[in-house]
């Protein structure tokens, strides 16, 4: 079997090392390759060191690999930094003026193959011609691009597209990285989209029937919005970029009273603005979708960086208590359906709901088949004004806590909301007696989000390793699980996409049915782990946390189940 | 400025060895506005240790992670406020806070205005690049109407409002617009605010090339900063004679005066991409800052309960 390749293109912000980046994503997933793309880049818009790192192989692939089999330097100091992650057998493409003296460096003459401007072009070239990627699979991805933005750029990009690849041939040393039988023409039969998390929860966000998105921008949850915006017009949503979070999430609220399916996306400072709405949102009982890409806090932290730091902050977020659900999406896929899901779930429980991710879904991009769409209603919401009881009372107590919800202007029905307690009616109220009834009304919904509760996923088996994740960590954690199986090891994962509220019944057994727990976790403390002790009483006795504002990966993983069963003693 | 002397400064003002190379674009004027900033501050003579610098987040409140003083680099949109409580609990402190438009007047807009009205002897340095840079091009608060942004990909659907007449509005009590483009002009506005005894803002019109220009297709660097010059208009100073507003031309050189037409003031101008607009000190007045009148509250609370002491004797 082909060993799966790792391409890192490194250089300065604005140098286009993302443009290559998504063209050689785009001809190699028209050509039928799995890739896995993924981007990490300083907050700054130029200068600075970015990369774009590329897997491409049989996978498919749901993390990138910690070590780099062809490094396309377009500065020195990519090379310098990342010399440590070369493989035994890596390529490095870089210019001649700082290409290292190394066994499997390219010294690149650029300035013989072209205006400095293109060379990110000859850089693409370079690498097609060392995958082995037929020319024209090449050329359409650039065609397609710039053709439609810039057609008086494509001539001069063909040109040193061409002169690179005569420059590969002459010169390219002796290397194992074509792409088995990538001269064939691909399978273009089956169309898969080449998407990030971020634009998967878009997507999902629009199928669900989202008609309302206000936010501030924050990364790395704003290419969220830029996508919907992008589908704005077709779908008929309102997008509203506000002052600042707090007015981003009462808008939403605003937007959902008056009957638009409603979400807010930001990071966990605008989110901590948004902490007073969300209250607000659960005193009126009005659906909303909050979507929190996490990057590393407190404060302003990291912001290009990753994180699973935030989950408590979202469970406990806003005053006084109310019932809420948590969905962390661990693929694209879920993405898609997990938002749409929410979406659902928001204005079914008229409670808060949230989606958890990160920058590191938020940015990895991978193929995939298109999304099934049977299945997935989009909301419609609030109740048939027909069909109320009269008189209407918008908080009507009812045994399952779900009260009437009308729509403002549709109808004969006034509808009334409080911030303050109120009674039945909407009208603020001191009443103690109605204070409580209105507290266990609202707590009970909590029943409602536990009927749909998305169970933990198991895969492997159950009883001897078993690494326990919730979130972005699902790929990593299923590739080091593959891995450790491949040596010969028993070794099981149970995966979280829903991370409140918990059902014991659904995972409890298989914890303590296995050996050896091991929680896995994007922090520092183990957030997951202890909510899981609070709710079971069951303590996952062992963690590994990456918390240095990098995603896992299953070399990570795997480095750190070594050593830690070597502190741990074979148990 | 002789050559040495910029040396010197540079070296004794900046984190040379520590924080460079900076983050910004080539050719962002922000550099340029730090520059000013270092060379107002040398030239009042106050010393490194009685200056704080204050910012959020943003391009712009990148600066006072390169310039060697007391530094807080804070969350988006509160250098404001964080500037409040030091000043109150510090007063012998000089306070500079520098933030972009969207930090200032976007998220941090409240703070700006209520800054405004209770008049502490702050500096509030704004730069207004009309775009939020740092983000990836979004539009602001300062955005003009029409105007292309990540955000505003028809056209933008809301209008500018001129940070200068809100700070005006709110009671700030000195309150100076300049643009990177008039360089020793711009150094004697920001020596100007540091010295007034009240909140004292600058405006100052920036360009942003890489988020905004580009988009707008308005030119390189240069070229949006050759606009800057075309589009500013300088008032006479309101402490000299003539009512505020009152215009002289800045024309081409980069020292504003020089005779040309007025042309249209209105703050309405700032909401287009090359209407002209007011450069120079816009509003000077004199009036007790916050610490001042809270003195005088203590001293008067002070002489009643002595009052009420010797009363009671
Ligand atoms: C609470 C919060 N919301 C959003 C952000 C993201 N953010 C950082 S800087 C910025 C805008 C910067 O624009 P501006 O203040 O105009 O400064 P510039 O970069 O243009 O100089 C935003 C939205 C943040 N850091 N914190
Ligand atoms: S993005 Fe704009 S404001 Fe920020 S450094 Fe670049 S040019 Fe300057
Ligand atoms: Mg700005």
Redesign the interface.
């Known amino acids: 079997m082909q060993q799966d390749i790792q391409i890192l293109i490194g250089g300065e912000a604005g140098q286009g090392l993302v443009t290559i980046g998504q063209l050689l994503g785009k001809a190699l997933v028209r050509a039928g390759r799995e890739i896995f793309a993924s981007q990490t880049y300083h907050s700054r818009v130029r200068g600075g060191h970015n990369t774009f790192a590329m897997r491409v192989g049989a996978g498919p692939f749901a993390a990138p690999r910690e070590s780099i089999d062809i490094l396309v330097a377009l500065n020195a100091e990519t090379v310098e930094l990342h010399r440590p992650q070369l493989t035994k057998r890596a390529l490095i493409i870089a210019d001649a003026a700082f290409a290292p003296e190394l066994p499997g460096a390219i010294a690149v003459p650029f300035g013989e193959l072209g205006p400095e401007k293109l060379w990110n072009t000859a850089a693409l070239a370079l690498l097609g011609q060392v995958l082995g990627l037929q020319e024209q699979q090449l050329y359409q991805a650039v065609e397609a691009t710039l053709g439609q933005k810039k057609p008086e750029l494509l001539e001069e990009n063909q040109e040193i597209m061409k002169k690179s690849r005569e420059w590969a041939k002459a010169h390219l040393p002796e290397h194992d990285f074509v792409l088995a039988d990538a001269t064939a023409t691909a399978d273009s039969t089956q169309k898969r989209l080449l998407l990030n998390g971020n634009q998967a929860i878009a997507l999902g966000a629009l199928a669900g029937g989202l008609k309302f998105c206000a936010f501030y921008p924050m990364t790395p949850s704003t290419s969220v919005v830029l996508e919907l915006i992008t589908h704005a017009e077709t779908m008929g949503c309102v997008i509203e970029q506000a002052e600042d979070e707090i007015a981003a999430i009462n808008m939403a609220i605003g937007a959902a009273f008056a009957g638009a399916p409603a979400m807010v996306a930001t990071s966990g400072g605008g989110f901590a603005l948004m902490a007073e709405g969300i209250s607000l949102a659960a005193m009126t009982e009005t659906p909303v979708l909050t979507v929190v890409a996490q990057r590393p806090g407190p404060a302003t932290g990291m912001p290009t960086r990753t994180e699973q730091g935030d989950l408590e902050f979202v469970l406990h977020a806003g005053h006084g208590e109310f019932p809420r659900a948590i969905l962390a999406p661990g693929s694209i896929e879920e993405c898609f359906t997990l938002t749409a899901r929410a979406l659902a779930l928001t204005e079914r429980s008229q409670s808060p709901v949230f989606l958890l991710t990160d920058q590191f879904l938020a940015d990895s991009a991978r193929p995939v088949t298109p999304f099934e769409l049977n299945g997935i209603t989009p909301v419609r919401p609030g109740d048939d004004p027909e069909k109320v009881a009269t008189p209407y009372r918008r908080y009507r107590l009812t045994p399952d806590g779900l009260s009437p919800r009308l729509l403002p202007g549709l109808s004969e029905h006034l509808v009334v909301a409080d911030s303050d307690e109120h009674d039945e009616d909407g009208h603020l109220s001191e009443d103690y007696g109605l204070r409580t009834a209105m507290v266990k009304k609202r707590l009970q919904k909590l029943e409602l989000l536990k009927e749909e509760v998305t169970a933990p996923t198991l895969e492997g088996d159950q009883d001897a390793l078993l690494l326990v994740c919730w979130g972005s960590s699902l790929g990593p954690v299923r590739e080091a699980a593959a891995i450790l199986r491949d040596r010969g090891l028993k070794v099981g994962t149970l995966h979280f996409s829903q991370v409140w509220p918990l059902l014991p019944e659904q995972f409890l057994d298989l914890l303590q049915k296995a050996d050896r727990v091991v929680g896995v976790e994007g922090n520092a403390t183990g957030q997951f782990a202890r909510l899981i002790r609070r709710e079971t009483g069951f303590t996952i006795a062992e963690l590994i946390n990456r918390y240095d504002g990098l995603p896992f990966t299953a070399d990570f993983l795997l480095e750190r189940l070594e050593t830690q069963r070597a502190e741990t003693g074979d148990r | 400025m002789k050559m040495e002397k910029v040396e010197q400064l540079r070296h004794y003002y900046l984190r040379h060895d520590k924080k460079f190379?900076?983050?910004?674009?080539?050719g962002c004027g922000n550099g340029i506005i730090l520059g000013s900033l270092i060379r107002a501050i040398d030239k009042i003579g106050l010393s490194k240790d009685e200056v704080v610098l204050a910012s959020g987040?943003g391009?712009a409140g990148r600066m006072p992670v390169y310039a060697d003083f007391n530094t807080l680099?804070?969350?988006?949109?509160r250098a404001l406020t964080f500037a409040t409580g030091i000043k109150l609990a510090r007063p012998e402190l000089n306070l500079i806070t520098v933030m972009g438009d969207g930090d200032a007047t976007?998220?941090g807009?409240n703070h700006f205005i209520h800054a405004a009205r209770r008049n502490l002897n702050l500096t509030a340095i704004i730069i207004n690049n009309q775009i939020?840079?740092?983000?990836?091009g979004?539009?602001s608060?300062t955005t003009p109407y029409g105007a292309k942004a990540?955000?505003a990909?028809g056209g933008h659907l809301e209008h500018a409002f001129s940070i200068a007449d809100l700070a005006v509005t709110a009671g700030a009590s000195f309150v100076a617009r300049g643009t990177v483009y008039h360089v020793p002009h711009l150094d004697k506005l920001i020596e100007q605010g540091i010295r007034k005894n009240g909140f004292a803002v600058i405006e100052i019109m920036a360009y942003c090339h890489?988020?905004f220009g580009r988009r707008n297709k308005m030119g390189d660097a240069v070229t949006m900063m050759e606009k800057l010059r075309d589009r500013a208009v300088a008032v006479k100073d309101p402490g000299a004679a003539g009512s505020p507003g009152t215009a002289v031309a800045a024309g081409a050189s980069d020292t504003p005066g020089a005779a040309a037409s007025a042309g249209a003031l209105d703050s309405d101008s700032l909401d287009t991409l090359d209407g002209k607009f007011a450069i120079g000190v816009l509003t000077d007045v004199e009036k007790p800052d916050y610490i001042a009148e809270y003195a005088r509250l203590r001293a008067a609370s002070r002489l009643n309960a002595q009052n009420a002491g010797n009363a009671g004797k």
């Open positions: 190379p900076h983050v910004w674009c080539p987040i391009c680099h804070t969350t988006h949109g976007g998220i807009g939020y840079g740092m983000t990836g979004q539009y608060p990540a955000t990909t890489t988020q």
